[in-house]
C-alpha cells in the first residue's frame, strides 16, 4: 500500500507553515490555481497521514487547531500585516479543518491570501507615506521584538504605530552601518560625508530594501499558499512530517545527495535582476569560461526555445529555469558589469556541492601528537544511484577513506566533528558506527504498531580503533545522534559539546504522491509533489530514546548559543520521549575510556583556559540579553548595545589570535601578519585551528 522507496534519519530545520480549513462558501480562485488538483492533495493528506504517521494522529478538532495554530504563525509570524479582525474571521474556519480535508474541501488558503493581500497592500501604502514624512530620532520609545510576546494589531493604527517603530529602527541600524564604514573610508583617505547626508543614505537604502521586500511578497502565487497551508496540516502530526511541493522535493533530493544538475553558478537576487556571486570550480559554467561572477542574468532559453525574461522574477523561480539534467543546453542572455549584454550557452552537468561532503586535516596536539580530525557535515547519500545498483557518493566510504589517508600519517587519536551536522541518511548513521566498533546492533527502530528491529554493524572490520572524540552542539541532530548515542553506549568514544543535542530521534519516509493517486482517472494531473512522513522511532542500545531529549555529552563545554531555545523540546507538536528494553551489546575494550578522569581534567583546563571563560562570560551576557526582548529606538542605546556586541566579538577573536600567535611561536615559526590571505578552500583548516572547542578536545585526547 505503501510506496516507500527511502528512508532517513534527517533533521530539517524548523519552518513554520500554514494550515487549511474551511466551513461553507468557497473563496473564487484564479485561474492559475488548479482547484481540483488541490482537493485531490488535501484529500490524500486527510487519508495517508493518520494511517503513516507514527503517532497514530487522526483527523480530529485537536489536530485541525494545531494546524490552525502553525498556519496562523507562517502567515504573519511578526504580526506586522493581520489586525485581531483579521484573526477573528480566520478562526472561525479552524474546527473544520478536519471535516473539509476529509470532504476534498479547502477554504482556508484562500481567505487568508485574500486577506493578507488586502493588508499587504495597506501596509506597503503605510510605510511609503511614513518613510516620505521621515522620522523623529530624538524621541524616547521601543519596540518589542519577540513576536510571541507581541499581540495582534486592533486597529490600522496601531499597525502604523508598529511599522513606525520597525522602519525608524532599521534606519538607525543602517545609520550606524554607515557611520562605521565611512570611518574607514575617512581613514583610508576618501572624502567624508557630512551626518545629514549619511541620514539620508541610511533613508534612502531602508527605502529601497522594503520596497523589494514587498516586490518579493507580491510575486508569492496562491499556489504558494496552498503549499504552505498543505505543510502546516503535515507539520500538526510532527515537526519533520511535510508536505513537499515539487520544488521542495528537488530541493530535498539535492541536499540529500549532496549535487544537482546544473551549470554549477551561485546566485542572488538583488535589486529585482538575478546576480552570479560565484563559480564553482570544475563545474560547467567554469569549463566554459564565460560566465562570471558580478554577471546580471536577464533572460534564461532551453536550447533552441524563445528565452524567459527573469528580471524580476523570484530567485527560485530563476534558479529553476537554469537547472536541468545533465547533457542539455540553457542560453543565459547577461549583463557584464561594463554594460555589454553577451549571451551564453552552457551544457549542464552534475555540480557537486563540496560544502556537504566530508572533510579531512592533521591537527598536532599540545603534547606533540598527531591527532585526525574529519567533520562529517550531513549523512549524505544519492539514493537514485543506490536504487539503480550504481555506485553512489556517501559519507560512510568518504569517512572511510579519510581516516585511512590520516592513520597513513601517523595519527594517534581521531577526533570527529558533527556539530551543525543535521543528519541524514540512516543507512550511513549505522554504517559509519561500524567503523567504529568490530561488530553489534547501532540502534533500535520501532514504529506505529509497537514493532521493534535492530540496526547492526554487520561487518567485524574496525577503520578506527584508537583513542577517539566525538564533538556535538544543540544542531547536532538525528543520524548525528545515533552515531553519537552508539559511541557513547559503547564506551568507544568521548562525547564532547553543549548541554545537550537537538533531540530528532525519529525516522520519516518519502512518499511521491504521484505514485499514491487513489483513482486512476485523476492520474492526469500534474506533480502532486511528495510527503515526508515520520513512521518510526529511534532508541539507543540502552534503550533509551534519543527523541526530544537528545544526547548528553560525557564532557560538556560552554556554548555562546545555551540560550538559544533550539532542539526538538522547543518545537510545535514534537512527540514525547520514551524508552524500550535493552539490547544485549559488548562495550569496547580496545580503548577503555577514565571519564572520571577525563573529566576533572577537562574542568580544571576550562576554568583556567580564557578562551573558553569568555565563551562562558558572554553566555551568560546573551542569556541575560535574550530575556530583555524590547529595543529602545534611542540612537545612543542602539549605538551603546551594538557596541557591547562589538566587545564580545572582540573579545573572543582577540583570544583566539592570542593563542594562533602563541602556538606559533612555541612551534618555532614566524607568526607572520594577523590577517593572512587564505585560499577559500583551505580556510576551513585556519579556523579550526583557532577553535577553542577542538583545542579542548586536543587536550582531552592527550588525557586519554
Sequence with gaps: ?????????????????????????????????????????????????????????????????????????????????????????LSVYAPAIDNNLLRGEIVLPDIGYQILARRMKQVEDMTAELLAAGFDYERDESLETDPEKL???????????????????????RYLDLQEEEAKNVAEGKPAKSDDELWAEAEEKVAKRNKNFFNRMHQETRQDHYDRFFNAVARAFDPHTNY????????????????????????????????????????????????????????????????VEITDMRLRDAVRLIRGPKGSVVR????????????????????????????????????????????????????????????????TDDTRIAIEKLKKQGITGLIIDLRNNGGGSLMDAVDTTGLFIPQGPVVQVKNSYGNKRVLSDEDSSVTWSGPMLVLVNQFSASASEILAAALQDYGRAVIVGGAHTHGKGTVQTLIDMNDNIPLLHLKKYEDLGALKVTIQKFYRVNGGSTQYKGVVPDIILPSLFQHLKSGEQYLDNSLPWDQVAPVPFTPFTAAPLNLPLLKERSARRVQQ???????????????????????????????????EARVARDKIGAHYLKYREEQSVENGEDPGPAVEEEKDGDKWKEEIKEDPYINESLHILDDM
Aim: charged content about 30%.
Design 244 to 307: 513537499m511541493a515539487p520544488a521542495g522535493k528537488e530541493n530535498f533530493d539535492i541536499h540529500m545527495r549532496g549535487s544537482l544538475e546544473g551549470i554549477g553558478a551561485l546566485l542572488r537576487e538583488e535589486d529585482g535582476y538575478i546576480k552570479v556571486v560565484s563559480i564553482i570550480p570544475g563545474s560547467a559554467s567554469a569549463r566554459q569560461g564565460r560566465l562570471e561572477a558580478e554577471d546580471i542574468i536577464l533572460e534564461v532559453g532551453q536550447g533552441d526555445n524563445e528565452p
Design 332 to 395: 543565459l542572455t547577461v549583463r557584464k558589469p561594463d554594460g555589454v549584454k553577451e549571451t551564453i550557452s552552457i551544457q549542464r552537468d552534475v555540480v557537486q556541492i563540496e560544502e556537504t561532503f566530508v572533510k579531512s586535516t592533521l591537527l598536532e596536539s599540545p603534547a606533540g601528537k598527531k591527532i585526525g580530525y574529519v567533520m562529517i557535515p550531513s549523512f549524505y547519500r544519492d539514493f537514485e544511484k543506490t536504487r539503480n545498483g550504481t555506485d553512489a557518493r556517501n559519507s
Design 1 to 89: 500500500m505503501k510506496n516507500i522507496y527511502r528512508i532517513f534519519a534527517g533533521c530539517v530545520v524548523a519552518v513554520i507553515l500554514y494550515t487549511s480549513a474551511g466551513i461553507t462558501a468557497q473563496a473564487p480562485v484564479p485561474a492559475e490555481t488548479d482547484v481540483t488538483r488541490n482537493k485531490l492533495i488535501g484529500y490524500m493528506l486527510s487519508k495517508q497521514l493518520p494511517v503513516m504517521h507514527f503517532s497514530d494522529k487522526v483527523m480530529n478538532d485537536e489536530l485541525a487547531f494545531a494546524a490552525f495554530d502553525l498556519y496562523l504563525k507562517q502567515l504573519d509570524f511578526q504580526k506586522r500585516f493581520l489586525l485581531q479582525e483579521d484573526v477573528d474571521r
Design 609 to 643: 583556559d580564557e578562551g573558553l571563560q569568555v565563551i562562558a562570560e558572554e553566555a551568560r551576557k546573551a542569556s541575560k540579553r535574550a530575556e530583555k526582548t524590547t529595543m529602545s529606538l534611542k540612537l545612543e542605546d542602539m549605538k551603546a548595545k551594538r557596541e
Design 151 to 173: 499581540k495582534y494589531a486592533t486597529s490600522l493604527d496601531d499597525l502604523r504605530s508598529r511599522w513606525r517603530k520597525t522602519l525608524k529602527g532599521q534606519i538607525i541600524s
